[in-house]
Each structure stands twice: as structure tokens, then as C-alpha cells.
């Protein structure tokens, strides 16, 4: 049985967090939109989110469709200043301090914002499993674009600009609804989550899938859990230990020097 531990006093949750980050031998973090909302990035989902007032373009339509690629592009150019503009809050820094401390391997992330290599993290060490939308991939032959190169011919056309290689669609490196989902990214996810001691699943809702998936495969595994997040989830009954408080008001105090 699991010894589960809700907190509503959230100087209670830190110090239980500190003793199993002391604990820990090998800690993956697993971050979701909750953990970048005090750095000005919308969460997508939330009510008020991008997605309740904009319907999500989908990959077959994307593809299909010279229209869905001009608004899915519009959409990005809209985000600019938010993405840009962005910089790591305190939950990035204190999982960066964790990384740098030699107790984090690699961290897993829903996000794509970038922020987590910002904030320390070495690129490869970064699982990004729904993408980066700092950059633009060719979604045939994977070459890889910056935003500002697609911004420029798409204000000269007037439209989305195809690959200059292979002449397929140019796409944000991020995963779109029903586009598979990146193979050596789920399988490195999946090693790292098999073998840690302590899962923090950080700032997600843990209803999208398969990356909901990974906090149970942890606890199945026999490590701990421990989630936090603003809101409750549907796998907060079988975490060891729930914060539902600010994330950067929680992880803030192991911010390092």
C-alpha cells in the first residue's frame, strides 16, 4: 500500500520534497504547461488557453491543406513575442540546480518552449516529447529551419513556405494531434523513468497520452512519486506525496547558488 501524502500547508510539502530529494539517487523530473505559466507562456488547455478559443490544426489537416498551414503558421507568428521573450522561472532553475548537482540525469517535458535548455540543461539531455517550437522542421526530410527564415518568405508569398530540399511542408518542430510521436524520444523516456528512484511529475494534468503514462510506469517500477501541480489529477491517489500549490512557490527554496 502506498503511504500517500496530500499537504495543505505548503511549507509541510517542501520540507517532505527536500527528504526524498535527499533520499534520491537518481531523480527524473516530468514537466508539464504548469511549470511555464509564470514565465508568460499560456498553458494551451486550461480553460481560457489557446485551445478554447482557437480549434488545434491537426497533422492530416496540415499537411492537406495550404490554408491549415497558413493559419497554423499565423498562429505561430502570434506567439512570437511570449516564446521570445520568455526566460526560466523558478521551477526551471531549481530542477536545473537538481541537474547540475549530478541528482537529475535527464528531464521529460510535454513542453515546447525551450526553457528547460535555457535554464541549464544540456540539449541532449532534454526529452522533449511533443517537440520545440523555437525551431521548423521539413516534415519529409527533417531539415531544419529557424522561425525567422519561415516568417521572411512567408511575408513575401503571402503563404507557408514548403522544404527547399525535398519541397514538403515546413512545420514548428512540435508534435501536432495525430502525428506519431517521436520513437527515440518515447524510448529514452521510458529507460529513464524504468530505472530512477524518485518521479516528479511537475505542472501537467496527466490526461494526454501516451506521456500520462510515464508517473504510473515510474511508480510500477517501485519508484516514488511525487506530483505537483496547482490542480489535483487523476493519479494523485497513487502518488506518494501531492502539492497542489504554486509550483515556483515550491520548488523555488531548492533553487541553488
Known sequence: MIARMIVSSLQSGIEKLGDMIAEARSIIPFTGAGISTECGIPDFR???GLWTKNRPIPFDEFVASQDARDEAWRRRFAME???????????????ASLYK?????????QNIDNLHQRSGFAAEHVIELHGNTTFAKCIGCGHRYEIDWVRSRFDDSGEAPDCETCGDPVKSATISFGQAMP?????????LTQ???LFLAIGSSL????????????????????IINNEPTDQDEIA?????????????PFIGN
Open 46 to 48: 486550461s480553460p481560457g
Open 81 to 95: 513575442p511570449s516564446f521570445a521573450g520568455a526566460k526560466p522561472g523558478r521551477g526551471h532553475r531549481a530542477l
Open 101 to 109: 548537482a549530478g541528482k537529475v540525469p535527464a528531464i521529460i517535458t
Open 183 to 191: 520513437e527515440e524520444d518515447m524510448r529514452r523516456a521510458t529507460e
Open 195 to 197: 530505472h530512477c528512484d
Open 207 to 226: 490526461v494526454v497520452w501516451p506521456a500520462a503514462g510515464f508517473p504510473l510506469l515510474a511508480r510500477n517500477c517501485g519508484a516514488k512519486l511525487v
Open 240 to 252: 506518494d506525496l501531492v502539492i497542489n500549490h504554486d509550483i515556483g512557490e515550491t520548488l523555488g
